[in-house]
């Protein structure tokens, strides 16, 4: 599945943002799903997952109570509702599918793929 994320820009901080994730294919409703960002000079790291259905969720400590993972598989699309960032949330933010041999509540990278275009969020002060 092709995956290209969009939504990004620059936000407050308190402020909110949503981010969306257009899937190429209607197989995109088998995959579970995850969002991951990147930060300059860092390594990419996990973000959030939702289940195929979307009745299953996790997300990293950092962002846990401010952001909420969703999904619309009518609309082949993930999205990620960022409220109250920080300027820590800065980041390139990627969509991914969950390799179909790997185990629900990973959080590494290397068990996603499908890895698409990123965009930017930039988070003021």
């Known amino acids: 599945v092709q995956l290209q994320a969009s939504g990004g820009g620059l936000v407050q901080a308190g402020g909110s943002l949503r981010l969306s994730c257009a899937a190429s294919?209607?197989?995109?409703?088998?995959?579970?799903m995850a969002w991951f960002r990147q930060a300059p000079g860092k390594e990419r790291e996990f973000v959030a997952a939702?289940?195929?259905?979307?009745?299953?969720?996790y997300y990293a400590d950092s962002v846990k109570g401010r952001f909420t993972i969703s999904r619309d598989n009518a609309k082949n699309t993930l999205y990620l509702q960022m409220n109250s960032p920080k300027p820590e949330d800065t980041a390139e933010y990627y969509c991914?599918?969950?390799?179909?041999?790997?185990?629900?509540?990973?959080?590494?990278?290397?068990?996603?793929?499908?890895w698409g275009q990123g965009t930017q969020v930039t988070v003021s002060s």
């Open positions: 939702i289940s195929w259905s979307g009745g299953r969720t």
């Open positions: 294919e209607h197989t995109f409703s088998s995959y579970h």
């Open positions: 991914a599918s969950l390799l179909p041999t790997k185990n629900w509540g990973s959080q590494s990278r290397n068990d996603f793929g499908s």
